[in-house]
């Protein structure tokens, strides 16, 4: 093999070994581990009603999975009130809270509707 090849596949394999050591990390001890790390992946600012969750990636967000409705309902399902009025009842039914209510959006209330 080539010298200029075998420093290659060094670079290749020490890139991968670095970005595996990084994400074993962020599962293992949460977003805190590797500062400054959330800059780089925020897809935007969070709405004003979870502005209090900033820098707390893991109170939505599951390792490997994403966020799930039972992370949502979690927080939300204490507003009994809400889920008994009519036109929100239906809460209490849907499985995926993504579908209509978006974050990191900043302004206004998350929510993407299509009330057709």
Not at 43 to 71: D, I, M, N, W, Y
Not at 87 to 95: N, R
Request: charged residues 15%.
């Amino acid at each position: 093999m080539k010298p200029l090849n075998a420093f290659y596949l060094l670079l290749i394999v020490a890139g991968l070994l670095a970005g595996g050591t990084a994400i074993a990390m962020l599962y293992r001890t949460g977003s805190a581990s590797i500062p400054g790390w959330q800059e780089t992946f925020q897809p935007g600012p969070l709405s004003e009603g979870h502005a209090f969750l900033k820098g707390k990636c893991e109170a939505c967000h599951t390792p490997a999975r994403g966020v799930e409705a039972q992370t949502c309902i979690k927080c939300h399902a204490n507003a009994a009130a809400d889920l008994a009025k009519q036109p929100t009842a239906f809460h209490a039914t849907v499985q995926d809270c993504r579908g209509c209510h978006s974050e990191h959006q900043a302004a206004g209330r998350p929510t993407r509707m299509d009330h057709a």
